[in-house]
């Protein structure tokens, strides 16, 4: 079937019916035709007087759009959008995110570490990803090395909240419901890094598109959170804890219709060709090796949370488990990835993790904190999501508008002070300072958290997924991009594991349904302040040494080498050291 045509490809010059043509050869012909017509667009977009309409629509939308689609094609924009809104948006935020809380604080009835630790085993997939990325660059599935496995994930995904819709479990059978939640991660997780593998050799292909790409990729995933924010709140306090994961399930299964559609760009291999990809292994091993060693790990920490409830334990893997991967990762990856990486890793490990004490706190009732917020998950949940969504949608168009031709350096020291800074917000309420100056809970907390923290978070955010995508090689995009991604996930799992055990070592607890002697949040101000404004300024000085000193629309990877950048001296040129990486004949499938 053809697909749908913008107004510009209308054009004679532009006609063509997209669905006639392989998506490779259609991205190939987007491509020259863009080059040919954006100064026509460009000259389009003034008026008279030289002034550009840009400024008359909101952040120049339109000609994003046409920029966004004449680089990128119709149906692959399509593909992502299924994707980042129906899967990724849809569901990890409202339902592999918001509703642990209910389902595990009222349905379940676990305490607050417990409930962490559990957040730990659900998440574990994303930091695993480099060996599912690993598998589908050797291993073709069906003739297909993404397109098949997107299928298989879905499958996996649908059949996890079927479960958590229909099994009602007991409350001493925690670690079940978080092993599903944990499968239904694992479509997420799968589905994410195949079309971020694509999207990233997209981006190294055309590095002057800078952040459009991801841009569109944000948009859908808050617009998609919008959609989803209403049930996970609403539905939960009505009781229907388990009922509300029907609405997951067909929006995990939809993720296979684009696919069998032909959306993805992916040739199906010969039967000759279909089988493992020996010399990509031998070839790149330390990637593999790296990213085995990743997934030990992971999985070392899911077990140590299921059966142990030792903070020290904790701290002691944690720790040994961090230090171990990132020499493992200096020795396996070229020296500018392995710095761009060190640094991702310890801004996601420092930034500690607390949504145990955190969330218990402000949804405790009367029993637990007499003087509390008391928020309902309908507030909590539902209308907190819809702002913060909105909130993160203007920082992606502040970031598009305003940052996307920053240095990365000046952006990752002003997006973490300013993220620090959004977390006093958290203290003036635990403190009551907002009930002192007369500011309802509720307010104070969607100005703070809701409006200030999802902006800044955002624009934190942004050019980590930039630098990530620029730096992965050619035909091995999903493994180099599940590497870097799953270290950056499993800082995160870390955090969690030092912000649970540095709650264990505050004497901060929480238990739902408790009396007033059974939760403790004296200190949970200290806390916050170590854990969310000490702790992750600490990594600002590391920018000068592990990142490089360029902007987010320059190359960092040219004729499959990493481009090494030395620091700029004013009145000279720059010179480039090139460390090899991966030659093209080497690269060969």
Same mark, same amino acid.
């Given at each position: 079937?053809?697909?749908?045509?913008?107004?510009?490809?209308?054009?004679?010059?532009?006609?063509?019916?997209?669905?006639?043509?392989?998506?490779?050869?259609?991205?190939?012909?987007?491509?020259?035709?863009?080059?040919?017509?954006?100064?026509?667009?460009?000259?389009?977009?003034?008026?008279?007087?030289?002034?550009?309409?840009?400024?008359?629509?909101?952040?120049?939308?339109?000609?994003?759009?046409?920029?966004?689609? &004449?680089?990128?094609?119709?149906?692959?924009?399509?593909?992502?959008?299924?994707?980042?809104?129906?899967?990724?948006?849809?569901?990890?935020?409202?339902?592999?995110?918001?509703?642990?809380?209910? /389902?595990?604080?009222?349905?379940?009835?676990?305490?607050?570490?417990?409930?962490?630790?559990?957040?730990?085993?659900?998440?574990?997939?994303?930091?695993?990803?480099?060996?599912?990325?690993?598998?589908?660059?050797?291993?073709?599935?069906?003739?297909?090395?993404?397109?098949? /496995?997107?299928?298989?994930?879905?499958?996996?995904?649908?059949? $996890?909240?079927?479960?958590?819709?229909?099994?009602?479990?007991?409350?001493?059978? &925690?670690?079940?419901?978080? @092993?599903?939640?944990?499968?239904?991660?694992?479509?997420?997780?799968?589905?994410?890094?195949?079309?971020? #593998?694509?999207?990233?050799?997209?981006?190294?292909?055309?590095? +002057?598109?800078? #952040?459009?790409?991801?841009?569109?990729?944000?948009?859908?995933?808050?617009?998609?959170?919008?959609?989803?924010?209403?049930?996970?709140?609403?539905?939960?306090?009505?009781?229907?804890?388990?009922?509300?994961?029907?609405?997951?399930?067909?929006?995990?299964?939809?993720?296979?219709?684009?696919?069998?559609?032909?959306?993805?760009?992916?040739?199906?291999?010969?039967?000759?060709?279909?089988?493992?990809?020996?010399?990509?292994?031998?070839?790149?091993?330390?990637?593999?090796?790296?990213?085995?060693?990743?997934?030990?790990?992971?999985?070392?920490?899911?077990?140590?949370?299921?059966?142990?409830?030792?903070?020290?334990?904790?701290?002691?893997?944690?720790?040994?488990?961090?230090?171990?991967?990132?020499?493992?990762?200096?020795?396996?990856?070229?020296?500018?990835?392995? +710095?761009?990486?060190?640094?991702? =890793?310890?801004?996601?490990? =420092?930034? @500690?993790?607390?949504? &145990?004490?955190?969330?218990?706190?402000?949804?405790?009732?009367?029993?637990?904190?007499?003087?509390?917020?008391?928020?309902?998950?309908?507030?909590?949940?539902?209308?907190?999501?819809?702002?913060?969504?909105?909130?993160?949608?203007?920082?992606?168009?502040?970031?598009?508008?305003?940052?996307?031709? %920053? +240095?990365?350096?000046?952006?990752? %020291?002003?997006?973490?002070?300013?993220?620090? $800074?959004?977390?006093?917000?958290?203290?003036?309420?635990?403190?009551? %300072?907002?009930?002192?100056?007369?500011?309802?809970?509720?307010?104070?907390?969607?100005?703070?958290?809701?409006?200030?923290?999802?902006?800044?978070?955002?624009?934190?955010?942004?050019?980590?997924?930039?630098?990530?995508?620029?730096?992965?090689? +050619?035909?091995?995009?999903?493994?180099?991009?599940?590497?870097?991604?799953? =270290?950056?996930?499993?800082?995160?799992?870390?955090?969690?594991? @030092?912000? *649970?055990? @540095?709650?264990?070592?505050?004497?901060?607890?929480?238990?739902?349904?408790?009396?007033?002697?059974?939760?403790?949040?004296?200190?949970?101000?200290?806390?916050?302040?170590?854990?969310?404004?000490?702790?992750? *300024?600490?990594?600002?000085?590391?920018?000068?040494?592990?990142?490089?000193?360029?902007?987010?629309?320059?190359?960092?990877?040219?004729?499959?080498? /990493?481009?090494?950048?030395?620091?700029?001296?004013?009145?000279?040129?720059?010179?480039? $050291?090139?460390?090899?990486?991966?030659?093209?004949?080497?690269?060969?499938?």
């Amino acid at each position: 079937m053809p697909c749908c045509l913008s107004d510009y490809e209308k054009d004679p010059a532009w006609r063509v019916v997209m669905a006639e043509l392989p998506l490779e050869q259609e991205l190939e012909r987007h491509e020259n035709e863009w080059e040919q017509h954006k100064g026509r667009w460009s000259r389009e977009t003034k008026d008279e007087s030289g002034i550009s309409r840009i400024t008359g629509s909101i952040f120049g939308l339109p000609f994003y759009m046409r920029r966004l689609i &004449g680089n990128f094609g119709c149906r692959f924009v399509f593909m992502l959008t299924s994707v980042y809104f129906g899967v990724k948006g849809f569901l990890y935020t409202p339902f592999l995110s918001a509703a642990l809380l209910p /389902y595990f604080n009222r349905y379940l009835k676990v305490s607050a570490s417990r409930y962490q630790a559990y957040q730990v085993v659900a998440s574990t997939p994303w930091s695993i990803k480099a060996v599912f990325g690993a598998v589908s660059d050797l291993v073709p599935f069906f003739g297909y090395h993404k397109s098949a /496995y997107i299928v298989l994930a879905a499958a996996m995904g649908t059949s $996890a909240f079927v479960f958590l819709a229909t099994v009602e479990f007991g409350q001493g059978a &925690g670690w079940a419901a978080a @092993l599903l939640f944990m499968s239904a991660n694992v479509e997420l997780s799968i589905v994410d890094l195949l079309t971020e #593998g694509k999207y990233a050799e997209l981006m190294v292909r055309k590095p +002057k598109t800078g #952040g459009d790409l991801v841009t569109w990729v944000w948009l859908m995933y808050f617009s998609a959170t919008l959609a989803g924010a209403y049930i996970t709140g609403a539905l939960p306090d009505s009781g229907k804890y388990r009922e509300m994961f029907w609405f997951a399930v067909p929006m995990a299964a939809q993720v296979a219709l684009p696919v069998l559609l032909g959306c993805f760009p992916e040739k199906r291999l010969p039967r000759g060709q279909r089988g493992i990809r020996t010399e990509i292994f031998q070839r790149n091993l330390p990637y593999f090796k790296l990213a085995a060693i990743m997934a030990a790990g992971s999985i070392g920490l899911l077990i140590v949370h299921l059966l142990s409830e030792s903070y020290r334990v904790l701290l002691i893997y944690s720790l040994t488990t961090s230090i171990f991967l990132c020499i493992a990762a200096h020795v396996y990856m070229p020296k500018t990835l392995a +710095k761009c990486n060190l640094y991702m =890793f310890l801004a996601s490990t =420092f930034y @500690l993790q607390i949504p &145990g004490p955190l969330n218990y706190y402000y949804v405790a009732d009367e029993n637990c904190t007499p003087d509390g917020p008391q928020f309902d998950f309908t507030y909590y949940n539902s209308t907190s999501m819809v702002v913060s969504s909105i909130c993160g949608c203007l920082g992606i168009m502040l970031f598009q508008t305003t940052m996307r031709n %920053w +240095k990365f350096r000046p952006m990752f %020291w002003v997006t973490t002070v300013l993220r620090c $800074a959004a977390a006093v917000v958290d203290i003036i309420i635990v403190k009551r %300072w907002n009930i002192k100056m007369g500011i309802d809970d509720h307010v104070m907390y969607m100005l703070g958290n809701n409006i200030i923290n999802s902006v800044v978070a955002m624009l934190d955010w942004m050019p980590a997924v930039v630098l990530t995508s620029k730096l992965c090689p +050619k035909n091995m995009e999903s493994t180099v991009y599940a590497l870097l991604a799953g =270290f950056q996930n499993f800082g995160q799992s870390i955090a969690m594991s @030092l912000g *649970l055990t @540095l709650t264990e070592m505050l004497n901060i607890k929480a238990v739902s349904g408790g009396e007033e002697g059974d939760c403790n949040f004296d200190n949970l101000p200290i806390l916050i302040g170590i854990s969310h404004m000490i702790l992750p *300024l600490l990594v600002i000085p590391s920018t000068f040494w592990l990142i490089p000193d360029i902007r987010m629309t320059d190359p960092i990877v040219k004729d499959d080498e /990493y481009i090494e950048m030395p620091k700029r001296r004013k009145n000279s040129s720059m010179t480039e $050291a090139r460390v090899g990486l991966l030659s093209a004949e080497e690269t060969e499938a």
